[in-house]
């Protein structure tokens, strides 16, 4: 039913349409990888001797393979040369464990591991004689590639046809809890995705794409991305090294067009500028900011600092994306995530009893549309997170505008309920950061058994400061009282995750082993 419905739309598949960005800008750089520039040919080149590669390997359409690399121009071949053929490739952040690679492998029985030197994860798996890796049939070093001969075989002879409902790749879901889930996604639609973003925000064969996330991850590959960057005729340039030194040499270098942090990075990178602006960066346009809430005092010092405009993105791997416009305002790109990239999203925000709320009112964003999921892969409990009618049960809090946009305010279950009365972390973290010796913060809330919750302020601090200090700060802010902290917790660092987003499972988990 649902194919038919967007049958009209999802018309793509990525052997054609990679053959057509080979074709269109045979001529343009495609990758700038540290002194080397790969053009769109040599890109189609090294894509067909990696299929062949591949295909020598015994890789067949819907054969699922297990890519496991870091920020490398590999990678793009790697990914391209899979897609391209109909095989699937299971796309695992470098910075997963082994804990993560072997849930991932057990349900998705890849049967190629494919590793680079930025992990080394298979290595200590084999020698653990691991139980689970027995489906794996081989493990391929990415120097692999390089070296084999490929010669022999004819491309034409396993050029499978493949059609836009076949699914392209399998994505991690963002939880910081447990084994993540396989997120699949088709051709079609993770190519209409591709397309949606990439109009909306206006890119050309002139824009620059500096990839400082991990490529594996949905906003640094498809959002707009390599891949959008790819269909445009762009440049990607590779940043394989997370420091604001190396991405502001390599925007003045390459004259990046865009690029797309987390707030972590986005924090960082604001500091370090500010304290120096030696490199020339104006050819710099947008500057994406998305994955995890991003505090209003920061995204308003964006535009100014770094020039280029700030666009917000609220994305989801399972699919729906929302982001700002180039045309929308200072006002409005810095205070919320825009709208979905496609008229065919449907979006209901509803209450606990899953009813749609009134116009305005905060609730948990639901949505159904042609390029999100409505199952996870090969997951027993898939009812928790799908409604009856196929609706993707997001865990979002949001909060639609006047204006139509839509500003996200937290996680479901991060909502703290102290003796009945409800509190956002997100609020408080908004105003504690304003605090001039405070340089990061999270809010959690902590299970107490006469209030049901307390509300738990994690800070790194410049200087020694207490919770009265925190609380008097946010009483001139204007809060309620009840919103006002009861425990401050001084740390040197607030753990991340793989994906760099502030990883609140940990705060709990250090909170539980700690200070209980
Ligand atoms: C607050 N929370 C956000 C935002 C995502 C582009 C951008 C991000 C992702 C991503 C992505 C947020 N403000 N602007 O795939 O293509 C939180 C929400 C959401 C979850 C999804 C993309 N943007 N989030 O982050 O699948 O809680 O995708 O449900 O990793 O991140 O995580 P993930």
């Avoid at 967007?6 to 990888?33: C, D, R």
């Avoid at 409505?374 to 609706?391: A, C, P, T």
């Avoid at 738990?456 to 700060?473: E, G, Q, T």
């Amino acid at each position: 039913m649902e194919k038919n419905r967007y049958g009209h739309i999802l018309t793509e598949n990525f052997q054609e349409a990679v053959g057509a960005w080979i074709k269109n800008y045979s001529n343009n750089i495609a990758i700038i990888e540290g002194e080397r520039k790969i053009t769109y040919r040599e890109l189609g080149n090294l894509i067909i001797r990696c299929r062949k590669f591949f295909f020598e390997q015994g890789v067949k359409k819907g054969d699922n393979i297990a890519v496991h690399m870091g920020n490398h121009s590999e990678f793009i071949m790697v990914f391209l040369s899979l897609v391209t053929m109909g095989a699937v490739p299971i796309l695992i952040l470098s910075a997963q464990k082994k804990n993560e690679v072997r849930g991932i492998v057990r349900v998705a029985t890849p049967k190629l591991y494919i590793y680079d030197a930025a992990v080394s994860v298979l290595g200590s798996l084999v020698a653990e004689g691991n139980k689970e890796l027995k489906g794996i049939e081989k493990t391929i070093f990415t120097s692999m590639l390089e070296s084999s001969e490929v010669e022999k075989t004819k491309e034409e002879t396993y050029k499978e046809q493949i059609v836009p409902e076949d699914l392209a790749l399998l994505l991690l879901s963002g939880g910081t809890t447990g084994i993540p889930k396989l997120i699949p996604r088709t051709h079609g639609d993770y190519l209409y995705n591709v397309k949606r973003i990439t109009e909306r925000l206006k890119l050309t064969q002139e824009s620059v794409f500096l990839s400082v996330l991990p490529m594996a991850h949905n906003f640094a590959l498809g959002n707009p991305g390599i891949l959008g960057t790819l269909c445009s005729g762009g440049t990607v340039v590779i940043c394989n090294d997370i420091a604001a030194m190396e991405i502001f040499s390599l925007i003045e270098e390459t004259k990046v067009t865009f690029t797309a942090f987390v707030p972590s990075i986005l924090k960082m990178c604001l500091e370090y500028r500010i304290l120096d602006d030696g490199d020339d960066i104006s050819s710099l346009q947008q500057v994406l900011v998305g994955g995890a809430m991003l505090p209003e005092e920061t995204a308003r010092q964006v535009d100014l600092v770094l020039g280029g405009k700030l666009i917000q993105v609220f994305g989801t791997a399972e699919g729906l994306i929302c982001t700002n416009s180039m045309d929308d305002s200072y006002e409005t790109r810095v205070s919320c995530q825009g709208q979905p990239i496609s008229e065919y999203d449907e979006i209901k925000i509803i209450d606990s009893d899953g009813k749609e709320v009134a116009q305005g009112e905060i609730g948990e964003l639901i949505v159904k549309g042609p390029y999100t999921i409505q199952e996870y892969y090969r997951l027993l409990d898939n009812d928790k997170y799908f409604n009856e009618e196929g609706f993707y049960l997001s865990g979002d809090k949001v909060r639609k505008l006047e204006d139509g946009n839509l500003k996200v305010v937290g996680r479901v279950k991060e909502q703290i309920n102290r003796a009945g009365e409800k509190i956002m972390p997100s609020e408080l973290e908004e105003l504690i950061i304003k605090h001039p010796d405070i340089m990061d913060c999270a809010v959690i809330g902590i299970e107490d058994e006469m209030l049901g919750n307390k509300i738990c302020v994690y800070a790194v601090a410049r200087k020694n400061i207490s919770l009265l200090d925190i609380r008097k700060h946010l009483e001139e802010a204007g809060i309620a009282m009840f919103k006002l902290p009861d425990v401050l917790r001084l740390v040197k660092r607030i753990p991340v995750t793989a994906m760099k987003k502030v990883d609140k499972e940990a705060l709990r988990i250090l909170e539980k082993e700690h200070y209980e």
